[in-house]
Structures are given as C-alpha cells and as structure tokens.
C-alpha cells in the first residue's frame, strides 16, 4: 500500500481565487492511501518546495500528488524536490487544477468541485505508480543545419566556434539566402553583401564546417543525440572538388536565355552558371532544364572550354547518410506569389514589381548595375508608388493571403523610399500604408528620416486599383486621414508583398516530427520561454522559419540556437526519458500491428523460445520495444488487439484507475 | 438535358437578346433552358440585413421551382445571379434565416438550399464544357480582339459566387477563346461600371463608365462584351463607339444561329 502525500497550491490567487483550496486538501485526505494532506500559497516556491521534502520524510510517503498548475509548467521542479528528499520522481503525479480548472471556472463551488476530482484522479493513479529508471544514450557530437541563409551560416558558425563539428544542407547551389540578393539593410544603411560575404568566407573555411550545396534532406530517423539523416545531394554535372570557379564555362555556353532567378527573372544566365560573383562554394552548376549537352546530348561547350575538365554529364544524385546530435531548421522565407493580388496589375506590367524585385534594380550587381530603371522601357521613373501590407494582415481575406504581419516590410519600404529620395532627388516617392510599424532599436528614427529628411509621402490608406494605361500605371488610392480619393499616374509600382514559409518546410517538419502553425511556421517549445527550440526534442529553430523577423533578430535567434546545440553537443550522454512502451512477451502473439503505428520505428520482431506450462518448449514471435528511440507516445498500446503493449508510468491499469475516480 | 431557367425582369424588355440567344446557343449545345414558372422579380439588390427575408422570398420560390423538378437553376444576367446565388448561400448557411423564411412559406418541405445555381458562364464552363463548344463553332470570330467586362456584380463577394478569382478572372477571356476570339485582358474589366448611381450621379457613373471604354481600347479591344444588362446600359450610354454585346449574342454567333453578324 502507497503512503500519499497530497500538497495543494493556491497559485496567489490563480488557483485560491476560484477552488477553496482547503476543502480540496480535507476532501483528498480521506482517498485510499493518502496519508497526508495540506495546502500552501506557492507550492513551486522554495518554502512550498521544503513542506514538500519535510513531508516525504516525516510521513515516509512512497507517492505525492501535487495539485497545482499544468505539469508543462513545474512537473520538472516537483520531480526534483521529490528526488532531492530520497522519492524516485515518477512516483510525483500533478493535478492540474489551474489551466484545466480555476482559469476556466468563475464559480467557486463547481471550481472546488472539479479540482476535487482531478486531486481523486491522480491519487488514484498514484496507487498504481512505479518508480522508474531513465536509460542514458550517447550523444553524436555533430550537428546539422537546414538551410545556408544568414539563419544558417550564423548558428553554424557559433557552432562550429565552440570546437563541434557542423554541416550546412542548402538546397540552392550557393548559401548566403535573401539577404544576399538584398542591397543595402536597415537601418545602418550598409551593404548586406559587405557583412555576408565575409561570413559566407568564414563558413568556407572553416575546417568544422562542411557545406552541402545543392542538396536537400531527404529523411530523418532516430531522436535527439541520434539523428540518422539522408542528405541528397543533387547532380550538378560539375565536380565540385575539381572546379575552381574561374566562371569561363558560363560566359561561352550558348544557351543564354535562361531565366535569373537570383535576379528574380528580370535577366537572363546561361545553362551553366555561378548564381553570384561571391557565391560559396564557388562552383559552376549546369540546369538540366535548360542544358542542350543534357537535353539532347549535342554541344558540350562547357567541357570543351573547362581547362580543368571539371565537367561532368554523367554525375548522379548522390545520398549522404550522416549521424548528427542535433538538428537545426533554418530554411527561411520566400514572398508570397502576386497572383491573386491582380488590383495592383502585377501580372499586366513589368513595371509593377515586389519589393525583393526592386531590391535587385537598386542591386549594383542586379540586372540594371544598380541604376532605378523601369523593366518595361528601361526608362528612369519620376512617380514611384509603394503598396504595403499586400497579403499581409488579411484578416478578411485569408485564402487570398496571411492574416499575419509580415514585420519586415515597413523598414524595408522606407529604406527603398529614402534610397530613392537619396540617389535620384527628382522622383516623387509615395508609400501607401496600414500602420507603420517600426519597433526596434533606431527603427523610428529612420522611419521619421524618410518622412521629414527626405520627403517621401506617407500616405495611409491602401490602393484599390493599379490600371496600366499607355506607359502609365494609374493608381487609385484611398488617403484615409483626409478622406478623398487620390489619383496617382506613377512610373512604377513596388508592392511589399508578405512573407511566408518557404514551401520545403512543411515536408520536412514531417519528416521531424517537429510541429508548425496554420501558416507553416515552426512552433517553438514555449512562445516566451524556449523560443529557439521545437517541442520535438533535438530540433532548433532559426530565423523565419518560425516567424518573420528581420536580419538582427535573426541573427540573434540564431546565435541562440547554437548555443543551445553548444550545451546539448557539452553532454556526452542523455539521459532518456523511462516513459516508453513495453510488450508482455506472454501476451504478444506477434501481430505486427504495434510496428505498423509506431511513428519512430522503435519496435522490431524476434522470434524467442519460450517453455510452455505443458513443459514443451516453443518458437514464437514477439514485439521488443527500443526504448532508446520510443517517444512514449502510446500509439502501439491502443493498437495491440491482444493488450500486450503498455506504457510505463501510463499504464493502462492507471489511465483506467483516473478514469473510475473521476466517473465515482 | 434540361435546366431551369430564371431570365429576370431586364430580360424580357431591355435585354431581350440576352434571352434569345441564351435559349438558342443553349439548344444547339444539347441543353434547353427551362423556364421556372410564374418567376418573379429577383429583387435586383441582395440585401444585407440580416433580419431581412421579404425581399429575398422570389429568390427562394425560384430555387425550390427548380429543387422540386431536381433541376439545377441557370441565370444569365449578373445581378439576378448575384441575388439568387447570394440568397442559396444564406439558406444553406444561415440556419435562422432560412428557418425564418421556411416558417413564413410554410412550404410542405422545408427548402435548405439544396439547389445547385449556375451562372450561364458556369453552364458553359463547368456542365458543358468550352472545349465541347469550341467543336461546335462553326462561324468562329477569327481576329477579333474582344475585351470580357465583368463589372462588380459576377464575382463578388468571392466566398459566395466562387466562379472565378475576382482580381485575375479568366472565365470570360476563355470564352472569348473557345469561340475564335482573342480575349483581351484589361486592368479595369472588374470594376464597377457606375450602373448602381447612374440615377443619382451620372457625372460619377460617366466617370467610371469612360474609364472603363478608354482602358479597354487602350489595350487593343475592338468590342466589349459582358453578361451584366445594367453594365452594357450604362457603358453604352456614356460611351464611345466601342459595341458592346452580351455574352449570349457572340456565342449564338459563333454557333450560327445568330442572324444578322454584329460588329
């Protein structure tokens, strides 16, 4: 028989305020087994913390249930205290009768009442608790990065700082992301080039970085400390090793007409091509799309001119299998396409352009040598209008765009604006928008510089309509703190368009069993207590892959991912969690079915022999659970017909005891 | 196969051909329009009050004509359809209005939109096909640039029409294109043509009217055609000397059971 002690917490006045937390006390001294029953204003403090310990010795209790707030929130302390006073920790249950009951509950009375109940529960289950033992695993001191952005290079670079090996996946032929394509950041105004690169340089080389260019995780196995990853690594044609990036091949191929995508389409590269002259690595990439030696296996120019015969058109997809410790997932943004913007005639003109668009015309290495001319007529436009918040904050218009603010794009537009202002004083500049929003430190600063330094006119109020008339783009737009229509003929349109996460996130949460939002953003462990790790243990996250930001806190973000990679990679074993499944081997007639739902692949078959009450001996096949990868998430115990699975510390038997308590 | 069929008011007077030629193409395309009986005026506004019920009870009797002949309800002018549409999706979704308005008519079976409602596009589009018709073309307008005017009313509000997207539509530019045409897109095809003011402020209506005309011929239109009465009224009236026809009487046209060859 279990000796109980039962320890109610006020909370202040978060529990108290709707539970008479004394009449839940006497009420659960009366359950079977509980010797000991009291209540205390903050059970999580260090005086809640020493009745506790002091009770478990005096009292010689064997279980304690804590009726307290959501285990998310202090299991951990309590299991401490317990083990601090000699209790094995599993043998702690808490009843949460904070979030599931005095903060949904105005009534005192019914309040009390449910508390009741959900303290009667969990002693029940405490009667039927073992102690347990954590298993440890060993920890793979190497970590991988998903994603070669600012998010990535960073965490990869503070990594590998702390003397643990790391490697980059990218799935573009060159890390360095968006902000490699950007010309000048916020709000220092200097160039994103001159403080990536160097980075991009550091990551090159540094001998515990390796980087994995062109490729793409392809699966994910194992758990946290043990990740088994297949890294696909995309046929370039071109051997990396062998290249030396002189760029002679991309300058003779004859195909010439392919769209840039790191100009964004508005010029054409060649079949072969380096994306940028800093790219890393600095290695030639052939498109099979659009290469004629691998379309039709005439021309092999690229090969002819290659005076170190780097090329390849027989190269393979490679698969890479790799052990790491943790995972990072840096995979970044994109904007959201235009199509169902039309008002604004994206697809009507070329001289209706997205922000990252307009970030390449001013681009001295873009497609115009950095001068603002017009894609349609190359021209240099004298009215300039920017849209704002297209496609973000869509409350009404959700299947349309993100209900979201994408964060950035009131800095970034009054960059363009006051560059523009700056660089061609000429122009008439309007920025139409929602709010401006401009938290950060020097951000406002800016902000007003653009409007009272360099004239640009703010505007609030969005534009309805953008109608593209002889080599003018009409602009109809509401001034909403004046209340008139306003008609603009203006030479260019540069819509902010939001941000969304970039599309190969979502497979691969999947593949991490790491959780997203309804936008696809990844979820961090606690919103203001863990941001930069997933809830899945292993998985970090930096930068926009779990929400927008800018390239500050992206940084930041992703300096503190490493360093929680850092303290994860210090350990040298892992201490487990002793939750997981086991199979009663008398029970099991080896189905299969618990193998078939087990999410991590932690059961396997054996066929054991085994002696039978009639004294003869038998072959039979049964389920073995790897306790080291199950997660204890209990799938098998609802699928094995035979009820040979069980849960350690949820049992079925206890699951079944909280259940008859609660329905008494 | 058989549909039913609600003209409209403006169909039977002003945009008699609308009528017409929907009956006839429909015909040659192996659907014959059946018209509902004792139909009555839509209303030519969808209200959006709420509690309102009296003005869309015509909009009701006409879907449950056709739901009690199991017969899908095919429209032609935008505005009924707008109103018709508008008030199935209320009664599917709106469980106290339709609670209210099945109380006041106490039909012996409750209606709860239940009706499948097709524009004449959709007819076109989703039941019969553009490719089925682009086979039965036997007079195709080769070389005409035709501009699609879809005015406020066909697409909006999105959720409810789901016809087409309402900033970037093609339904009409691929009409245009099963019939011989070349569709011509314009910035100002989805907007409003002032019709709704045109009593109050015709200077207004003029203003959107022109801006509309001068967009389309900026881009190439040599004619204007639409679905909208209320649209080709007010276009005309302020306009140019752009012709602007109705959907029906081009593709009547098309398949040679037009007379007289117009524009």
Not at chain 1, 99 to 107: T, Y
Not at chain 2, 75 to 80: D, I, L
């Amino acid at each position: 028989m279990q000796r109980i002690g039962v320890f109610v917490c006020w909370c202040g006045s978060n529990i108290a305020g709707t539970v008479d937390v004394q009449a839940v006390s006497d009420a659960l001294k009366n359950e079977p087994g509980v010797v000991f029953s009291t209540n205390y204003q903050y059970m999580c403090s260090q005086a809640g913390q020493d009745i506790i310990k002091q009770a478990i010795a005096e009292h010689k209790l064997t279980g304690i249930v804590v009726c307290s707030c959501s285990p998310r929130m202090h299991e951990a302390t309590f299991r401490k205290t317990a083990a601090a006073a000699g209790l094995n920790p599993y043998m702690v249950e808490i009843a949460n009768i904070r979030e599931q009951c005095s903060w949904v509950h105005k009534d005192m009375p019914i309040g009390t009442e449910k508390a009741i109940i959900l303290g009667k529960a969990a002693v029940a289950k405490v009667n039927l608790n073992t102690p347990l033992t954590p298993g440890e695993t060993p920890v793979t001191k190497r970590a991988l990065v998903i994603g070669g952005g600012i998010a990535g290079i960073q965490t990869a670079l503070d990594i590998a700082d702390a003397g643990f090996p790391v490697d980059i996946v990218e799935k573009k032929p060159t890390i360095g992301g968006k902000m490699a394509q950007l010309d000048k950041t916020f709000p220092t105004l200097d160039c994103a080039a001159c403080i990536l690169t160097p980075k991009m340089v550091d990551v090159a080389q540094n001998d515990k970085i390796r980087i994995f260019s062109y490729s793409e995780v392809t699966d994910v196995k194992g758990f946290v400390g043990n990740f088994d990853v297949t890294i696909k690594k995309h046929a370039r044609y071109v051997k990396e090793d062998v290249c030396t990036g002189c760029g002679l091949c991309t300058e003779k191929c004859p195909q010439k007409k392919v769209p840039n995508e790191f100009n964004l389409g508005m010029d054409n590269r060649r079949a072969i091509y380096i994306p940028f002259a800093q790219a890393v690595p600095k290695v030639a990439t052939i498109d099979p799309n659009y290469c004629t030696m691998l379309k039709t296996g005439k021309c092999g120019v690229c090969s002819k001119v290659c005076t170190a015969g780097a090329i390849d058109y027989k190269q393979k997809d490679e698969f890479i299998e790799e052990k790491y410790g943790a995972i990072v997932v840096a995979t970044g943004y994109n904007p959201i396409s235009m199509d169902k913007f039309d008002e604004f005639a994206y697809s009507q003109s070329k001289d209706v352009i997205t922000s990252l668009e307009f970030e390449r015309l001013t681009n001295a290495a873009g497609p115009t040598a950095g001068k603002l001319l017009r894609p349609s007529d190359g021209k240099h436009p004298h009215t300039i209008v920017f849209v704002q918040c297209v496609g973000s904050r869509c409350d009404s218009c959700a299947q349309k765009g993100k209900e979201y603010c994408s964060k950035i794009c009131c800095m970034y537009t009054a960059k363009h604006a006051m560059l523009t202002r700056d660089k061609y004083p000429d122009t008439d500049v309007y920025v139409f928008y929602i709010d401006v929003r401009t938290p950060g430190k020097n951000f406002d600063e800016f902000y007003r510089r653009a409007v009272e330094e360099y004239d640009v006119h703010y505007v609030k109020g969005m534009v309805g309509k953008v109608t593209p008339e002889g080599d003018k783009l009409k602009v109809q737009a509401s001034d909403l703190l004046t209340n008139k229509q306003m008609h603009i003929d203006a030479d260019l349109v540069v819509l902010a368009a939001a941000i969304e996460p970039d599309k190969s996130a979502r497979p691969l949460a999947t593949m991490l069993t790491a959780s997203m939002d309804t936008n696809d953003f990844f979820t961090e462990a606690h919103p203001k207590l863990r941001p930069v790790e997933s809830p899945t243990a292993g998985v970090f996250l930096s930068g926009t892959c779990q929400g927008p930001k800018d390239i500050p806190e992206t940084v930041s973000q992703a300096g503190a991912a490493a360093s929680k990679v850092i303290g994860l990679l210090a350990k040298d074993k892992l201490t487990g969690n002793p939750c997981v499944a086991h199979s009663d081997e008398w029970m099991c007639n080896g189905c299969s079915s618990c193998e078939r739902v087990c999410p991590y692949g932690a059961i396997t078959y054996e066929d054991k022999e085994f002696r039978m009450p009639d004294r003869t001996t038998a072959i039979r096949r049964i389920a073995v659970v790897n306790p080291a990868v199950c997660q204890g998430c209990g799938a098998c115990t609802v699928a094995c017909p035979s009820g040979a699975m069980d849960l350690r510390g949820f049992a079925s038997s206890q699951i079944m005891a909280e259940v008859d308590a609660i329905c008494k | 196969m058989k549909v039913s069929y609600f003209p409209g008011c403006t169909l039977k007077n002003k945009a008699i051909d609308l009528d017409i030629y929907a009956r006839k193409s429909a015909e040659v395309l192996g659907v014959t329009l059946e018209e509902i009986e004792e139909w009555q005026c839509c209303g030519g506004v969808f209200s959006t009050a709420r509690d309102e019920i009296a003005t869309k009870l015509a909009s009701v009797r006409a879907l449950k004509a056709a739901h009690e002949k199991n017969y899908p309800l095919v429209t032609v002018c935008s505005a009924c359809h707008n109103v018709i549409k508008q008030t199935n999706h209320a009664m599917q979704n709106d469980a106290e209005f339709a609670q209210k308005v099945n109380n006041y008519m106490a039909p012996e079976d409750a209606y709860n939109g239940e009706t499948q409602v097709y524009h004449y596009l959709e007819l076109l589009r989703d039941v019969i096909g553009f490719d089925t018709i682009k086979g039965k073309v036997v007079n195709p307008l080769k070389g005409q640039k035709i501009a699609a005017y879809y005015g406020c009313l066909l697409l909006r509000p999105s959720s409810t029409m789901q016809m087409d997207d309402p900033e970037n539509p093609h339904i009409m530019e691929d009409f245009i294109s099963a019939i011989g045409a070349q569709p011509v897109i314009y910035a100002l095809r989805n907007e409003c043509c002032g019709g709704y003011v045109t009593m109050e402020s015709p200077e207004l209506a003029k203003k959107k009217s022109d801006a509309i005309l001068e967009n389309a011929k900026a881009a190439g239109a040599d004619m204007i055609v639409t679905a909208c009465p209320l649209c080709r009224y007010n276009l005309l009236k302020n306009g140019t000397d752009m012709p602007v026809l109705y959907i029906t009487e081009l593709l009547a046209q098309a398949l040679g059971v037009k007379e007289d060859t117009n524009g």
